[in-house]
């Protein structure tokens, strides 16, 4: 067991000697701050002023009376986030709306995941397809390790890295926030729509959970690229398609979303937030359903991983 430590902490070594992996970090901190700027100087992308102060409920009841006339809403800006529905549940469950906050932005940068994805997708395919295009495969073969190991010893460096990402877009989606914004507390209440019913939750607690499952369909992405690369050795073949599916799955599932079979298209389950907010692809399915659909492809792709490398003979590397 100590000698699989000591590849995974190789594995690391050679992953952050290499200036791509640096360059990408300070890609993704660039974003977050220019993100976070953008924010804080047009207050557009913050939705507006929500009403905070004594009278706020007074005043949510005034925006549906608005929003409900058959003349239309005035001419008057809301926070994107308001509509009568949500208005009421606040005004019934005395939830008092907030300022945009460093809960919002850390929410709203979840959206890089994707940036983060394409990062660990490159790292994915890169970390086996490399050794063979190199020639160092063969130095590593030849030592006293079994190629299992040395397979599952680059394949945990890979979620390694895609998790030190999504943390490190969480932290500084955190500090950048806090500072540019404010925050109301570990304890404020946020309100949102989940298949058309309004719920509450903490808001520290939901936006952790959400990245956790965003961390779900970037790990179902690397383990893709990490086996495309492993079958044809081909760190191109395994970037493009991987990006590819990536960016295409939705429109994927849509095209066929009057099959019956559709619902168990790896990119119909791999958003697994779209249970928790939001309106799932298919009706009738569930987290559950979801998980166990990526648990096969799961299996599928890690079997494929294997195989190909365990057995692939390497002379002619």
Do not use: H
């Not at 130095?139 to 390694?160: D, E, G, H, M, N």
């Not at 979303?257 to 168990?264: F, N, Q």
């Not at 697994?272 to 559950?288: D, M, V």
């Amino acid at each position: 067991m100590s000698n699989f430590f000591k590849l995974i902490k190789n594995e690391q070594m050679k992953l952050y000697n290499q200036k791509a992996t640096w360059i990408m970090a300070i890609i993704l901190v660039i974003l977050i701050i220019g993100a976070g700027v953008i924010f804080k100087v047009d207050e557009t992308f913050t939705g507006g002023e929500a009403p905070t102060g004594d009278n706020w409920k007074e005043e949510l009841q005034q925006q549906n009376e608005q929003l409900m006339s058959p003349d239309g809403p005035p001419d008057v800006e809301y926070p994107g986030y308001m509509n009568v529905e949500e208005n009421q549940y606040r005004i019934e469950n005395d939830i008092k709306p907030t300022e945009y906050n460093v809960w919002d932005f850390v929410r709203e940068n979840r959206g890089l995941v994707a940036l983060v994805s394409l990062f660990t997708i490159i790292v994915a395919a890169g970390i086996t397809a490399n050794e063979f295009r190199w020639g160092t495969i063969k130095l590593l073969l030849i030592r006293p390790i079994s190629r299992t190991k040395i397979l599952f010893a680059k394949y945990i460096s890979v979620l390694i890295y895609a998790l030190t990402m999504l943390f490190a877009l969480f932290v500084l989606s955190f500090i950048v926030g806090s500072l540019l914004f404010g925050m109301d507390g570990f304890a404020a209440t946020y309100v949102y729509s989940q298949a058309e019913e309004i719920k509450s939750v903490n808001i520290f607690s939901f936006t952790v959970f959400q990245y956790l499952l965003s961390f779900v369909e970037l790990m179902m992405m690397a383990t893709f690229a990490f086996m495309i690369a492993a079958v044809f050795r081909n760190t191109s073949l395994a970037i493009g398609l991987a990006i590819f599916l990536m960016m295409a799955g939705s429109s994927i599932v849509v095209f066929f979303m009057d099959k019956g079979w559709a619902k168990y298209i790896l990119f119909a389950n791999t958003d697994l937030n779209q249970f928790i907010e939001g309106t799932p692809f298919f009706s009738g399915i569930n987290l559950g359903f979801s998980i166990a659909v990526l648990a096969v492809y799961y299996v599928l792709f890690m079997l494929l991983s294997w195989v190909f490398f365990t057995k692939r003979d390497v002379a002619g590397a």
